[in-house]
């Protein structure tokens, strides 16, 4: 089974969201700050994530996740076909078929991740999903991509872990303002 990862922009002071990320609002300016550095230039993208579609086999979001960014990547996944499972007590009929919509917890969307990436990698989105991830002990790698800005309010990605989770740093790099940390849950 391939490895279930948390992949995320933060800001220093540890948030992954500006306040006014909404479906209604938008990014922002400061939830874009979090983001663009990824594609303002081809070659950080090719360097920091290399053959990221085709090492992953699935996603599993969180439903903000899905609310938020659903228009952002024009009525598709984030990874273009790679298939998205979507943790929600609220499902969507008439939805993409690449959006498969979970219901009955994130151990039955693991369970329907894992057999539509085989061997590849499962990527997770959203800070209360990946700390549901992290609580259950379903977290093999966490990437922080820490950027150079104090934002001062938003979502954080850590703010409600019920329990020390041991880590080993496997690399650190950097690409302009970003430092990128690369850790393997340990245990």
Sequence with gaps: MGNVV??????L???????????????????????????????VFERVYG???ENTGAVIMGRRSYDNSIEAWGGKGPLGEVPCFVVTHRPIEGADPLFTFVTDGIESALAKAQEAAGDKRIGLMGANLDQQFLAAGLVNEIRIHLLDVLLGGGRRLFDELPKRTE???TGVSQTGGVTHLEYRVAG
């Design 6 to 11: 948390i992949d995320m922009s933060m800001s």
């Design 167 to 169: 880590l080993e740093l």
């Design 51 to 53: 053959d990221l579609t």
């Design 13 to 43: 002071d540890g948030y992954i969201a500006a306040p006014n990320d909404t479906p209604e609002q938008g990014l922002g300016e400061d939830g874009m700050r979090l983001h663009n550095w990824m594609f303002d230039d081809a070659t």
